[in-house]
């Protein structure tokens, strides 16, 4: 499918009739070398690089530590059949991306894979080539019969096999309503309604309480600093004099 869909927008946008009017065509001009020059480089190393770092990166343990300039050392192995000691060489390249241990045999099945595994994507790549070629340069016509014989796999289609669809109704409608919810009840409610309920009424009630208690009257203040005595004496006499 992708090597269908990657030669149908290569054929609908370079081939066939023109789809722009006249005064779009009139407009369009090449690139300028400051945008090709780079591009040229990237598609050359798109198609080369892989070639030229293959046995460094992927190669044997000699290559790789000639690739990075670190001599084998040279250490003493038991040797299992007797108890003769047998000097073998270990690569001292670094672990990582492109180090094996010599019991792990993938790297090297993978290189060794049947013929038909390395030939299958080239065929998958000829056949959407053909398909593409015969849909929309050959028989231009025939999506439209495509899509009217089989309605339910033209909005299969269409809509990219649903993946969006279900993306949608499984993460994005969901996070929505979640974040809906937690702005509405959480946010508005319980935070807004905690700092409202503090600032609007706690404060004020407070405010008016010791409003209600500095009230100008001498007397008051008198009543007041007498108890303040009363406890501090209390405490006092309570607390043994300590």
Partial sequence: MTSFYSWRLMFMTFFGKARGDKEIHEQARESPLVMLLPLGVLAMGAIFAGMLWLGPFFGDHDEINRFFGLEPAQIEASGQADTDHIVATVATAPTGAI??????????????????????????????????????????????????????????????????????????????????????????????????????????????????????YILTYALAMLIGVVVLLGMVLLGGGR
Avoid: C, T
């Fill in 99 to 216: 180090f094996s241990r010599p019991d792990n045999h993938l790297p090297d099945n993978a290189r060794h894979a049947p013929n038909w595994v390395k030939i299958l994507p080239f065929i998958a790549m000829v056949l959407g080539l053909v398909l593409a070629w015969w849909f929309y340069i050959i028989n231009p016509k025939w999506p439209a019969r495509f899509a009217k014989a089989l309605p339910w796999a033209y909005r299969f289609l269409l809509n990219e096999w649903y993946f969006e669809w279900l993306y949608d109704r499984i993460f994005v409608k969901p996070a929505i309503w979640l974040g809906e919810f937690l702005w509405e009840k959480g946010d508005g409610k319980v935070i807004d309604g905690a700092i409202n309920a503090i600032a609007l009424g706690l404060v004020p009630s407070l405010g008016k309480l010791a409003g209600r208690m500095q009230n100008g």
